[in-house]
């Protein structure tokens, strides 16, 4: 027997409530709780009478036992193969979030045609765009030919059994799981019991056909419909597709991954024909740099096994607020707040009185406490107004002691150094070994107070000063 209850559900965080508030108590978020009606009836069949319930016994299977499954399906889309761990697993389920206009269904459509024309059967259902619509784009981007399978659909029982005939796909594409509803379910699409319900139809397809299935999920800050978040923990892997405004460059990045790495990102252009693979990040990053002005120092940054040289932009401006002002774009701020404490408390660099502006340049958004060094150095550059060396690269951890503090593969960030060109790296005290990189002349540094010297000696007799700051 059917029997519906009422409960009240936060559409961000999926926090359920016996009446209606204001405010999540869990999430903290405004005005986005709902009301939703949920059927419940027993999942996968109704509950036994009697109250007891009768299970079925199983066999248990050892650690040794053989894999029928081909392990994994190469796309030919490079950077999409690299996050996800070097193709696609059968049977699993991956989530695609990312702000709506970043170019989820592009990049999806782009490897659908690219998996199709291999000889794989791609099915693209697409719950927001009519058929024309994708072919359109199809069309665009010069895909037309390829064999993929569209449908505009919502529902997923109809999507299941229309699977189900046939040859098993190797892809499914649903786009977006926010427009699919089940049957089982009362509540209007979007909303949290919805997604999830949806969401469980179609893992439970995916695990027991062996096809791979992309979920894309929008992202909204107004919570209006149901965050992917409220089906993250049931998927196998979460990516996030993402971008700054004005840039062209669109960062894939792995949140959660059961069959790879995590901190794997996969770079993209977008442009007139699609997304295009950026094989070599740094001389995107690089490309267009500034030389010649203070406040700029290039990062030699690792994002997962690969090497990616950023350019690290500061302002440091006289303040005329009581506060001054901390503005970052890319990068943790709590992690500024240090290095701005450990650079006035071991160095004597007082930034006080001074706005400071922090750019990861190309949108690119950096996690690595590695950064440190570079941080410290375009800040103090900015401030005395001396130009770092064009030819230079920096990476260390600095430690509230003021030390600087070796980190991880630096070999291998060195060596894509020396490829760009670059001539000099500023680096902690590191392995003999690791240093011996060719024509790259490496300047260990163990202290923050040296490099502060350095910069500011290297200041001195360049008689360069800082326009305006002194006046
Ligand atoms: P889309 O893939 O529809 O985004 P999402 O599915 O994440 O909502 O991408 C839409 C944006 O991409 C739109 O602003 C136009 C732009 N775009 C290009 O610049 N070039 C192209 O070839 C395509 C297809 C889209
Ligand atoms: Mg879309």
Known sequence: MARSTTTFVCQSCGATYGRWQGKCESCGAWNTIAEETVATTGVGGAPAKGGKTRGRAFALAGLDGVNDQAPRTETQVGELDRVFGGGLVKGSVILIG?????????????????????????????????????????????????????AAETNVEDIVATLSEGVTPRLVVIDS??????????????????????????????????????????????????????????????????????????????VKNRFGPT????????????????????????????????????????????????????????????????????????????????????????????????????????AEPAADLAVAAALVSSLSGAVLPADAVYFGEVSLSGAVRPVAQAAARLKEAKKLGFTKAVVPEIARGEMSE????????????????????????????????GA
């Open 98 to 150: 990312g702000d709506p206009g970043i170019g989820k269904s592009t990049l999806l459509i782009q490897a659908s045609a690219r998996l199709a024309r291999m000889g794989h059967r791609v099915v693209y259902i697409s719950g927001e765009e009519a058929v024309g619509q994708v072919r359109l784009r199809a069309e665009r981007l010069g895909l037309t030919a390829s064999p993929v399978e569209l």
């Open 177 to 254: 799981i926010q427009t699919m509803w089940t049957d089982s379910v009362e509540s209007a699409p979007g909303t949290v019991s919805q997604v999830r319900s949806a969401a469980q139809v179609l893992i439970r397809y995916a695990k027991k056909s062996g096809a791979a299935v992309i979920l894309v999920g929008h992202v909204t800050k107004d919570g209006q419909i149901a965050g992917p978040r409220v089906v993250e923990h049931m998927v196998d892997a979460v990516m996030s597709f993402e971008g700054e405004g004005g840039h062209h460059f669109r960062i894939l990045r792995a």
């Open 263 to 366: 901190d794997e990102i996969g770079v993209f252009e977008m442009t007139g024909k699609g997304l295009r693979e950026v094989p070599n990040p740094s001389e995107l990053f690089l490309a267009g740099r500034d030389l010649g002005a203070p406040g700029t120092a290039v990062f030699a940054g690792m994002e997962g096994t690969r090497p990616v040289l950023v350019e690290i932009q500061a302002l440091v401006a006289p303040s005329t607020l009581g506060t001054p002002r901390r503005a970052v774009v890319g990068w943790d701020p709590a992690r500024l707040s240090m290095v701005l404490a450990v650079l006035d408390a071991h160095c004597g660099v007082r930034l006080g009185g001074y706005d400071v502006y922090l750019n990861v340049a190309g949108g690119l958004r950096i």
């Open 438 to 469: 060719a024509g790259l002349s490496v300047q260990a540094v163990t202290g923050l107070s040296t490099l502060v010297a350095d910069i500011a000696a290297s200041g001195v007799g360049r008689d360069r000063p800082k326009a305006a700051a």
